[in-house]
């Protein structure tokens, strides 16, 4: 059974510049959820997707949004590149997405903004 | 607000030691979830274990055993007879309902554990 797939794995961008993610969940689950993972900050939740539908948000600025297809793979978009964006992109999925399940990760996607 | 604390940054021991990575959180629910994860070199998150605040029982997993104490509000994670492959970063986590169910995941700053041969 695949793990969760996530595109690409590193990429450098510079400020100003913007960014796509792509995260293809393992099959059959409907949750995709993206957390990002600096050294100073830890690792933080972005946002929840399920059935196309954003369910949960965390505390980012508008530059962050994302998105999930009718086949429950799902995009993050960074525009307006920070330097303190740079981190280790997560994206995990779920059968549900409820709280109580576990979620399976992906391996990142590092980006580097200079 | 929820919050989990990790308070040993990194842990060094040498192999076959026992170690307990200590984890302690806060939260108003009276329902929730708390996890432990492991992050290997590779990158990703792997799950190790789910406990919710209804079950206070502790849990062995051949090497790996739990200790969730609602009274102290922690969910300590030891491993026995440590080994090299054990080393990783360990990330302890309690579940927040969302909007509508939907899972968000509060993280510690995780332990980094080094297992020396």
């Known amino acids: 059974k695949a793990g969760v797939t996530q595109t690409p794995r590193y990429l450098i961008k510079t400020r100003g510049q913007q960014v796509t993610l792509s995260c293809s969940p393992i099959s059959g689950h409907r949750s995709v959820s993206w957390y990002q993972q600096t050294p100073g900050q830890g690792l933080q939740f972005l946002f929840e997707y399920f059935s196309e539908t954003q369910r949960n948000k965390g505390n980012f600025p508008g530059r962050f949004s994302g998105r999930q297809f009718s086949n429950s793979r799902s995009e993050m978009n960074v525009s307006t590149l920070e330097l303190g964006d740079s981190a280790l992109y997560l994206c995990?999925?779920?059968?549900?997405?409820?709280?109580?399940?576990?979620?399976?990760f992906g391996e990142g996607s590092r980006l580097t903004v200079l | 607000a929820q919050k989990v604390t990790q308070a040993q940054t990194e842990i060094s021991v040498v192999e076959k030691e026992d170690v307990t990575l200590d984890c302690v959180y806060e939260t108003r629910d009276t329902t929730y979830y708390l996890f432990w994860y492991k992050q290997p070199p590779s990158g990703e998150l792997v799950f190790l274990i789910r406990?919710?605040?209804?079950?206070?029982q502790n849990e062995i997993s051949g090497r790996y055993s739990w200790n969730f104490q609602k009274s102290t509000s922690s969910f300590n994670f030891t491993i026995t007879a440590s080994q090299v492959v054990d080393s990783a970063v360990y990330f302890c986590a309690l579940s927040e309902a969302g909007v509508q169910g939907a899972q968000k995941l509060v993280f510690g700053q995780g332990t980094r554990l080094t297992i020396n041969p």
């Open positions: 406990r919710n605040s209804f079950d206070e």
């Open positions: 995990a999925s779920s059968w549900t997405g409820g709280y109580t399940g576990e979620l399976f």
